[in-house]
């Protein structure tokens, strides 16, 4: 579903080109909206499960775990910072103590980084 905002935009007579500038967004993003991953760029590698964030990425058809999150805020910094420094799993720790972010300590530890 397009959003309102735009679809709003697009009625009252401005522009697609100008509209999707507008709003930060392009065609493919809008063609894809039912992915939330698509539709929000927050969501990239992030899942939401019950109250908590977990980050995680697929390389070479293995799903890597970078670890459990209280906060949207807390997995945006660090996974912006795993992109940063090319997913190395060994930086988890450093990258939350520089971002002063906590881990969520999982029952399923095993299945997560750990240094």
């Known amino acids: 579903m397009i959003p309102e905002a735009i679809t709003r935009d697009l009625q009252n007579g ?3 080109d100008e509209c999707l500038k507008k709003h930060n967004t392009n065609l ?9 991953k698509s ?3 927050d969501f990239s590698y992030i899942e939401k499960r019950g109250q ?3 980050i995680k990425k697929k390389i070479k058809s293995q799903t890597y775990f970078f670890g459990i999150y209280s906060s ?8 912006d910072k795993l992109i940063l420094t090319g ?3 060994k930086q988890v720790n450093r990258i939350c ?11 399923n530890e095993q299945r997560y980084y750990e240094d």
């Open 52 to 54: 908590n964030y977990h």
């Open 14 to 16: 401005m522009g697609l």
């Open 97 to 107: 103590e520089e971002v002063n972010v906590k881990r969520v300590p999982s029952k």
């Open 72 to 79: 949207l805020e807390d997995a945006k910094k660090v996974r």
């Open 39 to 41: 539709r929000d760029p």
């Open 28 to 36: 493919k993003i809008l063609f894809n909206a039912d992915d939330i």
């Open 87 to 89: 997913w190395k799993q």
